[in-house]
């Protein structure tokens, strides 16, 4: 390695050490400002927070309430740092900030990172006092460090590595014997510590504790002796263990799906969106030698305003890009003949196709069905709505009996940084935290500050109960009357009119039906008519494709799905989707994929549903395309191509272009860059509403049903990442104790759960946090011995809400 | 040997009650089960966590940091030879061989007899009496080799038994405030005006700002 200069200035570790946009007093002043405030006003008003300052000898604005290192950052003088980082609190743990700063007193030595700056300030930070406090600093947080650079991963991009060579003495006087740990040790599934390369910057305990909540690590022991930690047999499992990672300024926390697996300088990167959920965090994906090996969380604003994840990002999204290049992707098309599904090429697979969608449109556009389309971009969903549309397809739905109706997009729309600068959150939706986990964070983070109180409906309790100004838990069927009745507290309306709200509305528990959501958003909205709506629909590119046009014109997932199961769909066409998996209503599922005459599967990756297709149409998957993706607040950003397609797949766009040309349609566009001009934004939406059935008074003599997703589950990516697949908990039912004690079982026993649909065995668990005639199953969790069944198998989709009855099984 | 006994937990509700946050109560609550069990035992950290609602990570954590805290158990005596800086230099290794000699164990070791433990300890803050060492947390100030030796013949004997109690042993006799008699401690965050300055000046009826 040679000495790397320029490395401070351009930091190769995404979210490290990027300054976005200095420290916290100025982002949440900007958030505020940002509202409205475009290119209004050509007179500029002096900012009563400007104070002028002295940087080695430059005078510079800066604002009151800054820290010194930003504002040095801000104006090309770089102050070496290890501890500070811009999304937490500055704690002057490392000293390597060290400058000397004259308030008028006389220069001082004294950490930039914990100074904020002040009128008339003069700081040097590179006088012979400044360079020696930071050289002597570095001589002594290499005093234990091991300087193993050569087998370390983060060698080449690591802050310690870097700044050694920058404002390091380069030379050490110490001859003693280095302190010896255990080297590394696991921390969690996903996480390796190695305790000699630490410098106790405190970033990951801060973050455990600050930013994610989870403070399962965290310095023990004192003085030499002083180490990160997890409690014995305590595992750091959070959501958000990957963050520690990324920011770790040294190579002491390493992630295992990327753990010697390349060198710094031999990845090439680009800045993208993850699409694992809506909330369209950016990241910035790495490959080398044309695999993809790992995702680092990007703190970037774009036009539509401030960063959406802070840098941050979930462990799921993080990670599961090995799902690109699993053994289940599907490289080449396959049709169904008596052999089962076999390989053809693409001219055959697509005539075939053509002739099947082209017979099915003429028998009736509505003998064709399209679910899916969340998975891919916005230009894939444009491409097949437009399809759609010149098919006169009208039944199609982007959702797949998962969501809530898509005239939730047509309520005023609150971004991110509306809903943490709201007086009020309302949450009437799933555990953010398990589904939309960087949400999770940004809304957490609102709270915590006190700026934000937050008023839940929940059947379960959430990541945010704890620090919820009310968690109102309801059961399944009342939702409707209990936030009617909740409105109609004077407390309540007290605090919705105390300044502005947002409401943040999905889908709580999937055994329950998605309108009466809708109907509850409406009735917050009427309470406070100033409110806006964060949709927190979870599929990937859900919001994107509803708006490109896959919204249900005729019929939405659970009609079309009945409709087949009838025999009315001749073709149906999974675009990304897998009923057969991911569907609530199993049942229903595996009578619609029975049912329809034929099934073409578009997807990347061999799913169940895929499996029973007639035709199945290899897709490239995020990272192997371009395009854009819009999320939840209506922002839309590109996501890039990194690597070349698995085997012959194809971007589903492609697909339906070819389709559409077979079919005899022009759809006005001939290219990616046609549809990328082409994608609308805001669209409206509309359906035969079907007014949300009345409530379902619980029954005596059975519980009623909550299912609801966990981060990691049995989806198709999760599934095909092998360090997250482990990570799914398994088929499971929490009972309240005492509904538990009732029958006679104790935790961990299995019992058989009967529902509408049929019935499942699993094991049972205690959970005091449900309300007693609740039980919570997660969805989509399956038994690999096939001991135990999914509870998808007793979901009816059309009840408004499903009861079941627990038996002992002997 | 496990979590706090019915009725220290009892007395665990009452110490929390008297700070304005639970967490607060950490410190007393550790104390609280190392007077238990003669030392903190990993159920109790978890039972103390779940008591005042952090992660036993965090119970852990804090409580490793204080030489106070014992977290495996340790003899009638526990010996702790600060081994910092000043002491360092003030001959701290002297008293630690003389330590080691006399009762044949070594730093972080117990007697068969079970009555002492000697540790070699992180600063104990009485740098300007260099070197010093604790006995159940009792000091020893600028203690040599000879006075080590000493000591250690003195608590075998019992002379010290007056001044010394057994480890553990917090105070000899315990104190209970009522919740009627505490001086009502205000949350932090309940705090809404500005802090009350203390005037220095009698006659400016102002407080320095």
């Given amino acids: 390695m040679s000495p790397n200069d320029d490395a401070v200035n351009e930091p190769t570790d995404a979210t490290d050490d990027a300054g976005s946009s200095g420290d916290k007093a100025v982002m949440v002043d900007d958030a505020v400002a940002d509202a409205d405030t475009v290119d209004s006003e050509p007179v500029v008003e002096p900012d009563p927070d400007a104070v002028t300052i002295t940087i080695n000898g430059r005078e510079v604005s800066a604002r009151r309430g800054e820290l010194v290192i930003s504002a040095a950052e801000r104006n090309d003088a770089y102050i070496p740092r290890f501890c500070y980082h811009p999304r937490m609190s500055s704690v002057g743990m490392c000293r390597q900030c060290l400058v000397e700063i004259d308030t008028g007193r006389g220069p001082m030595l004294q950490p930039s990172c914990m100074v904020p700056v002040s009128d008339g300030m003069v700081v040097d930070t590179e006088s012979d006092t400044s360079k020696r406090a930071q050289e002597g600093i570095l001589e002594l947080l290499l005093a234990n460090h091991p300087l193993d650079c050569p087998v370390c991963d983060k060698g080449g991009e690591c802050p310690l590595q870097d700044q050694a060579f920058s404002h390091g003495p380069g030379e050490s006087r110490y001859v003693e014997e280095k302190r010896h740990y255990e080297k590394p040790i696991p921390i969690s599934d996903l996480v390796f510590l190695d305790r000699e390369r630490c410098i106790l910057c405190d970033r990951c305990t801060r973050f455990a504790d600050e930013v994610a909540g989870d403070a399962l690590i965290h310095f023990m022991d004192r003085g030499n002796a002083t180490q990160v930690n997890t409690y014995p047999d305590e595992p750091f499992s959070s959501y958000f263990s990957g963050n520690t990672v990324q920011i770790c300024p040294v190579g002491a926390l390493t992630a295992s799906p990327y753990r010697f697996k390349a060198r710094p300088w031999d990845l090439e990167q680009v800045e993208s969106t993850c699409t694992t959920c809506s909330v369209g965090c950016r990241t910035s994906v790495h490959s080398s030698r044309d695999r993809v090996l790992r995702f680092q969380g990007l703190d970037v604003s774009d036009d539509h305003g401030e960063a959406v994840n802070h840098g941050w990002l979930c462990d799921r999204g993080r990670f599961n890009f090995e799902s690109i290049h699993a053994d289940t992707r ?198 406070a008519p100033q409110a806006t709506v964060l949709p927190v629909l979870r599929r990937g590119n859900v919001i994107g494709a509803l708006e490109a046009g896959l919204a249900p014109v005729s019929g939405d997932t659970d009609a079309i799905l009945r409709a087949a199961a009838d025999g009315q769909i001749k073709v149906l066409v999974l675009l990304g989707a897998d009923p057969l998996r991911d569907h609530p209503d199993a049942q229903l599922a595996r009578r619609a994929l029975a049912g329809a005459e034929r099934v073409i599967s578009i997807d990347g990756h061999m799913s169940s549903s895929s499996r029973a297709a007639d035709v199945v149409l290899p897709a490239a998957v995020m990272g192997e395309k371009s395009g854009t993706t819009t999320n939840i607040e209506g922002r839309t950003t590109p996501v890039e191509q990194k690597v070349t397609v698995h085997g012959t797949a194809r971007p589903d766009w492609m697909i339906a272009l070819e389709l559409a040309q077979r079919l005899g349609h022009d759809l006005g566009v001939s290219d990616l860059n046609d549809l990328t001009a082409a994608v609308p934004h805001a669209a409206r939406h509309r359906s035969d509403r079907v007014p949300a059935a009345s409530a379902m008074p619980p029954s005596n003599y059975e519980l009623r049903l909550i299912v609801s997703r966990t981060l990691y589950d049995a989806a198709v990516l999760t599934a095909a990442s092998p360090s997250l697949a482990e990570l799914a908990a398994g088929p499971g039912l929490s009972v309240h104790p005492a509904d538990l004690e009732a029958l006679g079982v104790s935790s961990g026993d299995d019992i058989r759960v009967v529902g509408p649909r049929g019935s499942v065995v699993m094991p049972a668990c205690a959970d005091d946090r449900l309300r007693r005639g609740t039980v919570w199953a997660a969805f989509n969790q399956v038994d690999p011995r096939g001991v135990h069944g999914d509870i998808r198998e007793v979901i009816d989709a059309s009840a408004v809400a499903n009861d079941v009855r627990l038996e002992v099984v002997s | 040997m496990a979590r706090l006994t019915p009725d220290n937990t009892t007395l665990a509700h009452e110490i929390i009650a008297r700070y304005p946050k639970p967490k607060s109560a950490l410190i007393p609550l550790l104390h609280l089960a190392q007077e238990q069990d003669g030392y903190v035992t990993d159920e109790a950290m978890r039972h103390i966590a779940e008591l005042v609602g952090v992660t036993p990570a965090e119970v852990r954590g804090t409580g490793t940091f204080y030489e106070m805290f014992q977290f495996e158990p340790v003899g009638r005596y526990l010996i702790n030879i600060c081994g910092t800086m000043s002491c360092a230099l003030m001959g701290a290794d002297d008293l630690m061989h003389a330590a080691e000699e006399t009762l044949g164990v070594h730093a972080g070791g117990t007697t068969d007899d079970g009555m002492f433990t000697l540790h070699r300890a992180e600063c104990q803050a009485a740098c300007t009496e260099a070197p010093c060492l604790q006995v159940n947390y009792r000091y020893r100030f600028r203690a040599t080799p000879d006075d080590v030796r000493t000591l250690i013949d003195d608590l075998r004997a019992g002379r010290l038994d007056g001044e010394i109690p057994p480890h553990g042993t917090l105070a000899r006799t315990r104190q209970h405030i009522p919740a009627d008699r505490g001086v009502g401690a205000v949350d932090p965050d309940d705090v809404a005006g500005p802090p009350a300055w203390v005037t220095v000046d009698a006659d400016t009826s102002q407080g320095a700002s």
């Fill in chain 1, 330 to 527: 599907l490289g080449e098309p396959l049709v169904r003949t008596d052999a089962g599904l076999t390989a053809t090429t693409w001219s055959s697979a697509m005539s075939i196709t053509a002739d099947l969608l082209g017979s099915a449109l003429a028998a009736g556009s509505d003998s064709v069905g399209i679910i899916g389309g969340a998975r891919g971009t916005n230009e894939d969903a444009l491409a097949w709505a437009r399809l759609a549309d010149a098919c006169g397809v009208g039944r199609r739905d982007a959702q797949v009996g998962d969501g809530i109706p898509a005239e939730i997009l047509d309520l005023p729309r609150a971004s991110v940084d509306d809903a943490c600068a709201a007086a009020t959150i309302v949450l009437i939706g799933p555990d953010l935290k398990q589904e939309l986990p960087v949400l999770h964070l940004r809304l957490r983070a609102a709270v915590e500050s006190g700026r934000t109180k937050v008023i839940e409906f929940t059947p379960t309790g959430s990541g945010l109960t704890a620090g919820a100004w009310r968690s109102q838990q309801y059961v399944p069927g009342a939702l409707v009357e209990t936030v009617r009745q909740s409105l109609s507290d004077s407390d309540v309306a007290a605090q919705l009119a105390a300044g502005p709200v947002v409401v943040v509305a999905g889908r709580p528990n999937l055994a329950e039906q998605g309108p009466a959501v809708l109907d509850a958003v409406e009735a917050v909205v009427a309470a």
